[in-house]
């Protein structure tokens, strides 16, 4: 899968420079850091890095808004319908403190979840964080070429690419501000940002957290409740 958009064709750099990071640190999983959150707006491509991604460090992976809805019964849609968008994010950060006390497994979360300061506090103690980034102009393209997206997910403000510019604008800051590592998805495959990545971590690991190691998981009860998720995700 490629992740196309205006500037596909050219070559990318995938990784910001280390001193042009947020947080001007270095992206290195340590033994009190077993969750890697994958953040960023609706159609960057988190389900599926976070798939690939899993399968190459040996991790469990979970996406949170498929695990909020298989809860609760509804799509995002219908629950944003029946409780507005306050009942939605409440419901969101729940499933968010959840997912933050699991180990060893990559989580692709929802686009807004770092609207609220609580998930984004939990987020930042819990693990390290990568931002996967897109151009309004092309998170556009995609949502046009993936219908299936746009019926699940209800519209923000005014919908269309100028909601999606206006979002952006909003939420950018708060994105990069929790983010340990950031990557444009622009041109870029879904395999390739997910071995980037794990090569990032990997490098940096301690022998005593190898990412091989057998070790429980809790990640098997919240995999139970949500049942097989597709193999392919946005």
Known sequence: MILSGPAAGRKRRLFLKPEEHPNNCSFMP?????????????CTGKTTVARLLAGKIGWDWIDADSLLEARYRKSIRQIFADEGEAGFRDKEEQIFAELCQLQRCVVATGGGV????????????????VWLTADAQTIWQRLQADPATAEQRPPLTVGGLAEIEETLKMREPLYRGCADLIISTVGCSTEEIAHQIADTC??????????????PTKC???????????PNGA
């Open 30 to 42: 340590t033994p009190n850091s077993s969750v890697i959150f994958l953040i960023g707006y609706r």
């Open 114 to 129: 770092i609207l609220r300061d609580i998930n984004r506090q939990r987020m930042r103690s819990a693990g390290k964080v």
């Open 202 to 215: 990997i490098i940096h690991v301690a022998k005593s957290w190898s990412p091989h190691q057998a070790r």
């Open 220 to 230: 098997d009860s919240a995999k139970k409740e949500l049942g097989p998720l597709p």
